[in-house]
């Protein structure tokens, strides 16, 4: 079942040189029980995203989507109310600066306390009623792997290292039992242990309480270590979406391509010393967007006909934006959806297993 389901969510921003979009048609539907990933470098509208999906934009900003549901219940045009309640109770969030996510002067056990939806609490005397929020913040922090809670209960938020606030925000999103954790590049900056206890952690509550997770991040091998399925994003458009594996194995978009050839891990053959390979240049500023193709002027495979914005094709399970979609015989590109399915190679087509 699609728990978010988003297709075509476009995003105005007003800027001082006027308006831009910001988001152009991103598309991607995140289901049951499914960790997947969204990728993209720095400026590509991975944080746009998530604040167009939990209603964090300013109101002066144009949002548009042909869908943007939740359980198919429209999140734009749903009441105020409504969409506080779905956001207090089934998706949480942690955002990617933990410290600044916290309240300064108040102390992580209170943080943690405040966190927990009252109706969890059952009725009682008041000091009954302390003692359960109490418990409960214990045992979410239990769960998250710190089990020194007193330690760091009595602590304020500048006084933690930030591995354990990256902990504590997960913590207090876990603490209104969510369906959808949306995580927002949780795992920056963080050294490779504490980054792989939380990559742990995350596939740990995929896998015992069903949860479904948004996982938001230019870090491509925690990608693949824990997402069943991603979604490449640049310059605010979707530009290749898919099974993690698929894509890992034969990616159709040349941006894709060029991310995995820029992580040294995925380059099985590299010498040492040898440099890495990067796409030329940097993605380019909302307000001067180059025409047809926003990856053309960095693409090693751009030709005349990238002018034209190209369309989202589907292979299978496999979408991808691109005229020249690499893998593809030559003479075949730039055809039709129809033209590109009876072109493909057998293993893209899903004639033939693609890990054969
Ligand atoms: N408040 C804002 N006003 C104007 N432009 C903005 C604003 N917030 C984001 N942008 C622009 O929108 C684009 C996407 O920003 P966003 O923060 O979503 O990128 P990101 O993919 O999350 O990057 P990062 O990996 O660095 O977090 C960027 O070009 C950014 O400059
Ligand atoms: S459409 Fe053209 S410029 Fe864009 S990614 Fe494909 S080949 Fe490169
Ligand atoms: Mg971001």
Not at 14 to 26: F, P, R, S, W
Not at 87 to 109: C, H, N, W, Y
Not at 323 to 351: C, D, Q, R, W
């Amino acid at each position: 079942m699609a728990l978010l389901d988003i297709k075509n969510l476009s995003l105005y921003i007003e800027t001082a040189n006027g308006v831009v979009k910001a988001l152009d048609k991103i598309s991607f539907v995140l289901n049951e029980g499914e960790i997947k990933a969204l990728v993209g470098e720095s400026g590509s509208g991975k944080t746009l995203v998530v604040k167009a999906i939990i209603g964090a934009l300013p109101d002066y900003w144009q949002i548009k989507a042909d869908r943007l549901t939740y359980k198919g219940q429209d999140l734009i045009n749903m009441s105020y109310e409504q969409r506080r309640q779905i956001m207090r109770r089934d998706i949480a969030v942690v955002f990617q600066e933990p410290t600044s996510s916290l309240d300064p002067s108040v102390k992580l056990g209170d943080q943690i306390e405040e966190s927990i939806p009252p109706e969890f609490i059952n009725k009682g005397w008041f000091w009954e009623r302390n003692k359960q929020r109490k418990d409960i913040a214990i045992g979410l922090l239990h769960k998250v792997g710190i089990r020194n809670h007193k330690k760091w209960m009595n602590c304020f938020p500048h006084e933690i290292p930030s591995n354990v606030s990256q902990k504590i925000m997960i913590a207090m999103a876990l603490a209104s039992e969510p369906s959808v954790l949306i995580a927002d590049d949780s795992t920056r900056s963080m050294e490779s242990t504490t980054k792989t206890q939380v990559l742990r952690l995350l596939v740990k509550l995929n896998k015992t309480k069903n949860l479904s997770i948004l996982f938001v991040s230019h870090d491509l091998l925690s990608i693949t270590s824990i997402a069943n399925s991603m979604t490449v994003l640049y310059c605010g458009q979707t530009v290749e979406s898919g099974k993690v594996r698929s894509l890992l194995k034969r990616p159709l978009h040349p941006y894709t391509k060029a991310l995995l050839d820029s992580a040294p891990s995925f380059q099985i053959s590299l010498p040492s010393k040898s440099p890495l390979k990067a796409l030329k240049g940097t993605i380019p500023s909302l307000q001067n967007l180059p025409t047809g193709c926003r990856l053309g002027p960095r693409c090693p495979n751009a030709r005349k006909e990238c002018v034209v914005a190209p369309p989202m094709r589907n292979i299978q399970d496999h979408q991808y934006a691109c005229h020249y979609p690499l893998h593809f015989p030559s003479h075949k590109k730039h055809a039709t959806n129809e033209m590109v399915l009876k072109s493909a190679p057998e293993e893209i087509a899903g004639k033939k297993d693609i890990y054969d």
